[in-house]
């Protein structure tokens, strides 16, 4: 595509000089309204940029303004020069799996050398980008460290249950989390709006009977019954569900759907939590769709193919992406000592820190 049929307004928008945009920032110095209405590309040119590169010069009509793009520029971003880049955050940009993807072992990084290896730092946290966990081995078995973790990549959010939650057997447990019942594949807090985007479990004991561990990629799960059932994952995805949960102190609640797509329709969020899903209140016939689709996606989620089963031990924290895996446990005995230590932290800044350690490249 030629520079002179290019959308003039989105040229304009994109003009790199020092008039439009703060050379100490990047950062746009105009508004979108204060463009000529009737702007219009007066001539193109050769040119170069200020450090030698090769460019080209438009000027504009009616206001004569001049914008020198990189040729480099201009290769990756005219219409129709390469894919656009998604978000990061849709189906699109993961690899999806099913538990044998892991026969040959778990995304994991060694503690120390995750401290002290950006490359290994690095790795980690693209595994959670792309496989929507990674397994910190030999994290000490500190009371709160779980803290330090998520301080590594991000900042902790604090919830109703703390800046860090507890999960062992609790005498009036306000959650069933908080007991030693089996917990079937789910999401967190699926009644926040935002929902918390990254959750940490470090174990520090796990010497009960039971306890073990279960992930499903709820992507490649949602992408299956899309494959199976087209018409139940339409009403997955437009159905507001109202998650609710309440107790003494807090009252939360959120409608959204159970698979939540972007735009353009890609996966982008699972919310799946028994637990808290709340009273739907829809006329008949569309709720017996809804729980047929509902029932559908939860027998896919419960397949044993599709969920990674592994034990915790002292020493393991686990980073996954609360708004992708679903995760779960099996039933321990009550009598046998199990604590975990959980925490919620944000991907996007997961995803930032990682940016910048690529940028600063420091990583293989
Ligand atoms: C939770 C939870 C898992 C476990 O606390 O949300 O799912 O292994 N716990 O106890
Ligand atoms: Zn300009
Ligand atoms: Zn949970």
């Not at 026969?103 to 790795?123: C, H, K, M, S, T």
């Not at 561990?213 to 992507?219: C, E, I, R």
């Not at 321990?332 to 940028?359: C, K, M, N, P, W």
Request: hydrophobic share 40%.
């Amino acid at each position: 595509m030629s520079l002179a049929s290019a959308s003039p307004l989105w040229l304009r928008d994109n003009c790199p000089c020092a008039d439009c945009r703060d050379p100490r920032n990047g950062q746009k110095l105009f508004q979108i309204t204060e463009l000529p209405g009737a702007l219009a590309v007066d001539a193109v040119r050769d040119a170069r940029t200020p450090d030698g590169s090769p460019a080209r010069e438009v000027v504009w009509s009616p206001d004569g303004h001049r914008s020198v793009y990189p040729e480099s520029w201009l290769g990756d971003h005219l219409p129709g020069a390469s894919a656009a880049p998604g978000d990061g955050r849709t189906e699109d940009d993961k690899e999806l799996w099913a538990a044998s993807r892991f026969d040959g072992g778990l995304p994991e990084a060694d503690w120390n050398a995750y401290l002290g290896d950006p490359a290994v730092r690095a790795a980690a946290l693209d595994s959670v980008l792309r496989l929507g966990f990674v397994l910190l081995r030999g994290v000490p078995v500190r009371d709160r460290h779980v803290l330090d973790v998520a301080g590594t990549f991000g900042y902790v959010r604090e919830t109703n249950y703390g800046e860090l939650f507890d999960v062992r057997v609790e005498a009036d447990p306000n959650n069933l989390a908080f007991t030693g019942a089996r917990i079937t594949p789910h999401t967190d807090n699926p009644y926040r709006d935002p929902v918390p985007t990254l959750q940490l479990l470090h174990c520090l004991v796990n010497a009960a009977q039971g306890g073990d561990s279960g992930l499903v990629d709820g992507f490649h799960a949602a992408a299956l019954l899309r494959a199976e059932a087209p018409e139940a994952y339409e009403i997955l995805t437009r159905v507001p569900v109202p998650f609710a949960f309440a107790d003494e102190r807090t009252e939360l609640r959120a409608h959204r759907p159970l698979i939540g797509t972007d735009p353009d329709g890609r996966i982008r969020e699972i919310r799946f939590n028994n637990r808290s899903i709340g009273t739907l209140r829809l006329p008949a016939d569309r709720l017996d769709a809804f729980y047929a689709a509902y029932r559908r996606f939860g027998e896919l989620l419960l397949r044993p193919e599709l969920q990674l089963d592994f034990r915790l031990v002292p020493g393991d924290c686990l980073i996954f992406d609360n708004t992708r895996l679903l995760h779960a446990r099996t039933a321990f005995a009550e009598s046998g000592d199990r604590h975990l230590q959980g925490a919620y932290a944000d991907i996007d800044g997961l995803a930032s820190t990682l940016a910048v350690l690529r940028r600063e490249g420091s990583t293989r």
